[in-house]
Structure formats: structure tokens, C-alpha cells
Nanobody
Framework: QSFPVESGGGSVQPGGFLMLTCTAS????????IGWFRQAPGKEREGVAC????????NYVDSVKGRFSISRDNSKNMVYLHMHNLKPEDTGVYYC???????????????WGKGTLVTVSS
């Protein structure tokens, strides 16, 4: 079974920038809408952003609107999350997976990778 692979996490100061990458070996992400999720310490996992399979539609949770941007390059089998003006409350483990997004429904796959840790602290 193929699992998503997330990378690009790290430790940054408030106001900093990180770019996360999602890919999957042996799995064509291009067929699926993809979402990014995060789980902060002691909190439930929440959806952050999603992008349709062609990249024409994106959605964001209110707390990241105007700061985060999701994009994809299907030729490289990758989905990205550009995170600007990071805040301490953005700290958590970030995951990607196939999800329903916009008018693309029925695509959700309950397979999770190991995630990548983002820490925002001064």
C-alpha cells in the first residue's frame, strides 16, 4: 500500500516561512484532490487547506487564509503548502492525504503518512 510522504517541516520564528511538500511513491496524486491537515499538541487533527485534482479550486480554514497557499505540480506528483507569516499557533504535525474538495467528492482515502513537524517559536 502506498502512503503519502510529507516533508519540509522545521523550526522557525514567528513571521517566518516554510514550504511543505506532499508526494507518494507508486501513487498518482494527480487523480485526487489533496488536503493538508495539522495536529497541534493535545488537540484534534484539523483540515488546513485542500486543492482539487486540476488545481483550479482551493479552500482554506479561516485561521490560515491570506497566509497559507496550496498548489500542486501533477507532472512531479507533488502538492505544496506555502506557509507565510507563521504564528506559534501553527505549530503541529502536518499531514497530507486524498480528500473531498470543492465539487470533487468521493475521493477521500483514509491513509495517513507520518507527517512533518512544524514548530513556530521565538
Amino acid at each position: 500500500q502506498s502512503f503519502p510522504v510529507e516533508s519540509g517541516g522545521g523550526s522557525v520564528q514567528p513571521g517566518g516561512f516554510l514550504m511543505l511538500t506532499c508526494t507518494a511513491s507508486g501513487f498518482n496524486l494527480g487523480y485526487y484532490p489533496i488536503g493538508w491537515f495539522r495536529q497541534a499538541p493535545g488537540k484534534e487533527r484539523e483540515g488546513v487547506a485542500c486543492i482539487t485534482s486540476s488545481g483550479t479550486m482551493t479552500n482554506y480554514v479561516d485561521s490560515v487564509k491570506g497566509r497559507f497557499s496550496i498548489s500542486r505540480d501533477n507532472s512531479k506528483n507533488m502538492v505544496y503548502l506555502h506557509m507565510h507569516n507563521l504564528k506559534p499557533e501553527d505549530t503541529g504535525v502536518y499531514y497530507c492525504k486524498a480528500v473531498d474538495c470543492g465539487d470533487e467528492t468521493g475521493y477521500s482515502i483514509n491513509v495517513w503518512g507520518k507527517g512533518t513537524l512544524v514548530t513556530v517559536s521565538s
